[in-house]
C-alpha cells in the first residue's frame, strides 16, 4: 500500500496542533487526523498549482477516505504529514497519506484520501484538471 | 444586557453536543459554544424566513462575538441555546444569547452575537433584508 | 459488507448539524462525517450502559475508521446514524455505520469504526469491558 | 485597550490555518479564531513553562473572551497570533489578542480572553501557579 517511513513520501506538509484537537483522553481526537489529511492534500494543490482550486470550473470531491491510527498524537508539537498518490486515474486522484510527530520516522498513522473531480456547477464527473495533474504527477509512487 | 433565565428568550434551539467537543478537561472546550451561537442563529434566519440565507444578495458577516462561560457543558446531554435580539439597527444585529443544559432554568453560558449585512460581492454594507428583518423582529427584548 | 438502508440498522442517533460544519464548498466537509461516527458511537455506549464510559478502566480507542461518500449533506438538517457491528472480538469492537438526511431510506455515507479497548492507564489491550459488551451484542448483524 | 499593530505585541505564535476553517462564504469561520486564540495561550504556557500545565494541579478555565472580527481571513496562509497580558490578577489572567495573516501589520482580529485559575480537582479558584506567572509577566503590557 506505499511506503510508509517519513523519509518515503515524495512531499511533507508541516501542520501546527490545536489544543482544541485533544479530546477527554489526552490525545489528539481521531476525527483531527481527516482534518490533517484535507489540510494537506488541498494545502499542496493551492501552493503547487498556483492557482485557487476552489474556483476552477472542476473541483475534486471526497469519495473516500480512511486512516489507521497507530501512535497518539499531543498539543503542542508540530505534525507532519506525509503525502504520495498511488493511482492516478482520468477523473480520480487516490492519495497515500502518512502523519509524524517528533522525530520518529515512523508513522502515527496511514491514510488514504480519495478526490474526485466534478463539474463545480452540475457536480458531473469530469476529467482532472490539467494544472492539477502536473502537481500531481510528481507524487506518484 | 438582557434576561438570562431560559424561560426569557423569545426562542430556543436544541443542538445535541459531540464526543469531540469536549477538551482534555473532560467539559466541552470554550470555542465550541461560539459554534452554538453561530449554529443557532443562522439555523433560526433559515428555518423562520423559510428561504437559504446563504442564497441572498445580502449576507451577515459576524462582526463580533462575545462569551461568558458560567458553568461546564459536558457530552452526551442536548443544549438549549436562548435566542433573542438586543439591537435591531439599520444593517446590524445584536443577539443575545443563553445557553443551558439539563433541567436548570439558569444559563451556563451567555453570549453576544454580532452580525452586519454586506453584499454578497462587493462585501460593502447593507441594509438588512426584509425577510430577516421580520424574523427577528418578534426576538426584541 | 452489511445492511445499508436506514431500516436495517439495529439502532439510529440524531445528530443536529452546525453551520461551521460546511465548507466552502457549501456542504457538509469530509471530517465532520467522523464525528458523527464518533459522537454516534459513544453518545449510544454511553446511554446504552447508563454509565460514564469515560470512567471506566478500559477505554475504547479508536484503531481505524473509514468513510464512503455517496451524496452531500447540507445545513440545517439533522441527520441520523445508523449503528450496526460487523464483528465483536475479544478486545476490538467493529461498527458498520450509516449516515442519512432526509427521507431517504438510501445512506449519504457508508462508515467502518473500529474500537480497540485498552486499560485507561498503561494502554495496554484488554477485553472489552462486559457493560459495553452486553451494550452492544443486540448490534451484531 | 492595549496594543494593535502586531510590532506592539510581547509574543507571536505562528499557527497553520485548515481547509475546514473555511466555511460556506469561502473564509476562516468566526468560530475558528477562538481556537486561535485557545492554542495560542495554551501553547506559549507549555512552551514557557516548560512543563505540561494539563498535569498542573491548578488549570486554567476560561472565564470570558470576546473577539472582533475587522478582516476577512482565508486558507493556506498562516495565521499569527500577538499575545500579551492586560491584566494579571492573584487568580485570573487576562490576554490580550491580535490575529495577522499575510504582511499588514494591522490585526485581522482582536480578542480577549480569560483564564481563571482553579483546582483541577475540586474546581475551586486558586491562585495563579508561580510557573504560569513568571511565564506571563513578561507579557503585560
Not at 511533507?12 to 482534518?35: F, K, S
Not at 493551492?46 to 499531543?74: H, K, N
Request: hydrophobic share 45%.
Amino acid at each position: 500500500m506505499g511506503p510508509h517511513a517519513r523519509t518515503e513520501f515524495p512531499a511533507l506538509r508541516t501542520i501546527t496542533t490545536r489544543w482544541d484537537d485533544e479530546d477527554v483522553y489526552g490525545h489528539i481526537n481521531n476525527v483531527t487526523y481527516y482534518a490533517f489529511f484535507d489540510t494537506a492534500v488541498n494545502g499542496f494543490l493551492i501552493d503547487t498549482t498556483g492557482s485557487d482550486i476552489r474556483e476552477l470550473s472542476a473541483v475534486g470531491l471526497v469519495a473516500e477516505t480512511q486512516c489507521e491510527f497507530l501512535r497518539e498524537l499531543r498539543f503542542p508539537a508540530d505534525v507532519q504529514v506525509g503525502l504520495g498518490v498511488s493511482k492516478l486515474g482520468e477523473s480520480s486522484i487516490v492519495y497515500h497519506l502518512g502523519i509524524f510527530q517528533g522525530d520518529s520516522d515512523e508513522p502515527a498513522a496511514i491514510g488514504r484520501f480519495v478526490h474526485v473531480y466534478v463539474d463545480a456547477a452540475t457536480r458531473k464527473v469530469v476529467p482532472i484538471p490539467e494544472a492539477v495533474r502536473a502537481a500531481v504527477t510528481p507524487l506518484v509512487f
